[in-house]
T-cell receptor, first 116, second 115 residues
C-alpha cells in the first residue's frame, strides 16, 4: 500500500459526460501528479500541483482540469468525454517539488475510466 | 527532448532463470533521475528504485540489481532467480533535474515467469 488513495476505483460513463476523479496523497506529501495510462499512448504525465498551486502541465487536454485543495487532496475533472478518454488514471504524490532533488513518486491504485 | 526506450516489449523466462530488462534514455540535462516501477496484474504502480545522474554505482537489493552506465545512457534491471511473482510489466522512467519533475515513462516490458 503506497498510502495514496484514489476514488472511485472504476467509473463507467457515456460520451459527452463529465466525471471527477479524486486523489488523497500520502501524509506529508505536498506534490500531486496525475498520469493517464492508455493502450495507445502509454503512461503520460497530465498535470502537477504543489501545495495548492499548479506547477507543471503535460499532455493534458483542454477538456480536462484539476485542482488541489487546502487539505492537499486533488481532483481531476474530465468533461465532454470521448471514447478515447477511456484509460487508467493514476495519481501520484511525492515529498517535495524537487528543487534540490527529484524524489520518487508513490502511485495510487488508479481509477479505471470506461467511456461508452 | 527526453526519451526512454524499452526495446523489449515482452520477455518470457522459466522460473529460476535470470532476466535483464533494458532501458535506454535520452536527455540534454546533466542532472536527471532514473526510476524503475513495477506494474503487477492488479494494476498498481510500485516504486522499485531511483538513481540520480551523479551516482553510477550499481545497486543490489535482494534478487534485484541495477546497472547504470552513463556512457551508454542505459539503466538496466536484472532479476536473479526469477519467480512467478515477478510476472508484471516493468517501466523505466526519467525525470529531468530542471523544470517540472514529472516522470517520462518508457513503453514497458511485460515479463512472464513460467513455473
Amino acid at each position: 500500500d503506497s498510502g495514496v488513495t484514489q476514488t472511485p476505483k472504476h467509473l463507467i460513463t457515456a460520451t459527452g459526460q463529465r466525471v471527477t476523479l479524486r486523489c488523497s496523497p500520502r501524509s506529508g506529501d505536498l506534490s500531486v501528479y496525475w498520469y493517464q495510462q492508455s493502450l495507445d499512448q502509454g503512461l503520460q504525465f497530465l498535470i502537477q500541483y504543489y501545495n495548492g498551486e499548479e506547477r507543471a502541465k503535460g499532455n493534458i487536454l483542454e477538456r480536462f482540469s484539476a485542482q488541489q485543495f487546502p487539505d492537499l487532496h486533488s481532483e481531476l475533472n474530465l468533461s465532454s468525454l470521448e471514447l478515447g478518454d477511456s484509460a487508467l488514471y493514476f495519481c501520484a504524490s511525492s515529498v517535495t517539488p524537487g528543487l534540490a532533488r527529484v524524489n520518487e513518486q508513490f502511485f495510487g491504485p488508479g481509477t479505471r475510466l470506461t467511456v461508452l | 527532448a527526453q526519451k526512454v526506450t524499452q526495446a523489449q516489449t515482452e520477455i518470457s523466462v522459466v522460473e529460476k532463470e535470470d532476466v535483464t530488462l533494458d532501458c535506454v534514455y535520452e536527455t540534454r540535462d546533466t542532472t536527471y533521475y532514473l526510476f524503475w516501477y513495477k506494474q503487477p496484474p492488479s494494476g498498481e504502480l510500485v516504486f522499485l528504485i531511483r538513481r540520480n545522474s551523479f551516482d553510477e554505482q550499481n545497486e543490489i537489493s535482494g534478487r534485484y540489481s541495477w546497472n547504470f552506465q552513463k556512457s551508454t545512457s542505459s539503466f538496466n534491471f536484472t532479476i536473479t532467480a526469477s519467480q512467478v511473482v515477478d510476472s508484471a510489466v516493468y517501466f523505466c522512467a526519467l525525470s529531468e533535474g530542471t523544470g517540472a519533475n514529472n516522470l517520462f515513462f518508457g513503453t514497458g516490458t511485460r515479463l512472464t515467469v513460467i513455473p
